[in-house]
C-alpha cells in the first residue's frame, strides 16, 4: 500500500532553516510526480510546490517562491523541502503528496509535519 | 484569498442531499480538470473525485462530481454524521503553473 512519512518538523525560530523529508514506500517513486501542501491551523490548504517524477520540472507558490526549495532522490525514494528564511506565517502542517504528474491530481497524502516557527 | 470560491459551510439532514460549488476562471477550472478532497476533523485530506467527475476506489457512488465552464459541483447523497467534514476544490491553474485549491467548505449533517 502506498505510504507516504513525512519528518523534520519542529519549532524553529524566524528567520532560520528546516529541512522537511518526505519517505515513499509501496509504489515506484520515480515514476511520480510529488507535491508539497501546507495547512495553517485552522485554516484551508494551501499548495506549496510539485516535482516532476524525474526532477527536472519543479513548480512554486507564490509566497514560498525563493525562499523555499523541492527536490528529490529517487534512489532513496525520498521527497525534501528545505525551508529558508522562515516566518510566523509559514507556521502550518506540511502534507507530502503524490500525484500522477506536475499539473495533475493528489490521490495520496501523508499524515503531516508541523513547523512552527516562533521565537 | 483563494483562487477557487467555495462557501464556507453547508448542512443537511441525515439521508438528504447535498451540493458543494467550486467556482473559478477559464485558466484553472475551465481548462484543467477537477478534483476533490474530503478532510475528516484531525486527519489528512483524502482523494475523493477527480478528472471531474471519477471516482477513486473505495469511494462509494453517493459521491459525484460535475463541472460546467467555470464552476464545478461536489454532490454528496445519502448523507451519513461520517461525512462530516472539511471539501476542497483543486484543480491546475494554467497562468499561474501552480495548483489551486479553495478555500474549503465545512459540511454539517445535522
Known amino acids: 500500500q502506498v505510504q507516504l512519512v513525512e519528518s523534520g518538523g519542529g519549532v524553529v525560530q524566524p528567520g532560520r532553516s528546516l529541512r522537511l523529508s518526505c519517505t515513499a514506500s509501496?509504489?515506484?517513486?520515480?515514476?511520480?510526480?510529488m507535491d508539497w501542501v501546507r495547512q495553517a491551523p485552522g485554516e484551508g490548504l494551501e499548495w506549496v510546490a510539485v516535482m516532476s517524477y524525474d526532477g527536472s520540472t519543479k513548480y512554486y507558490g507564490d509566497s514560498v517562491k525563493g525562499r523555499f526549495t523541492i527536490s528529490r532522490d529517487n534512489s532513496k525514494n525520498t521527497l525534501y523541502l528545505q525551508l529558508n528564511g522562515l516566518t510566523a506565517e509559514d507556521t502550518a502542517v506540511y502534507y507530502c503528496?503524490?500525484?500522477?504528474?506536475?499539473?495533475?491530481?493528489?490521490?495520496?497524502w501523508g499524515q503531516g509535519t508541523l513547523v512552527t516557527v516562533s521565537s | 484569498q483563494s483562487v477557487l470560491t467555495q462557501p464556507p459551510s453547508v448542512s443537511a439532514a441525515p439521508g438528504q442531499k447535498v451540493t458543494i460549488s467550486c467556482s473559478g476562471s477559464?485558466?484553472?477550472?475551465?481548462?484543467?480538470?477537477v478534483s476533490w478532497y474530503q478532510q475528516l476533523p484531525g486527519t489528512a485530506p483524502k482523494l475523493l473525485i477527480y478528472d471531474n467527475n471519477k471516482r477513486p476506489s473505495g469511494i462509494p457512488d453517493r459521491f459525484s462530481g460535475s463541472k460546467s465552464g467555470t464552476s464545478a459541483t461536489l454532490g454528496i447523497t445519502g448523507l451519513q454524521t461520517g461525512d462530516e467534514a472539511d471539501y476542497y476544490c483543486g484543480t491546475w491553474d494554467s497562468s499561474l503553473s501552480a495548483v489551486v485549491f479553495g478555500g474549503g467548505t465545512k459540511l454539517t449533517v445535522l
Open positions: 477559464t485558466s484553472n477550472i475551465e481548462s484543467n480538470y
Open positions: 509501496g509504489f515506484t517513486f520515480s515514476n511520480y510526480a
Open positions: 503528496a503524490r500525484a500522477c504528474s506536475t499539473n495533475c491530481y493528489i490521490d495520496y
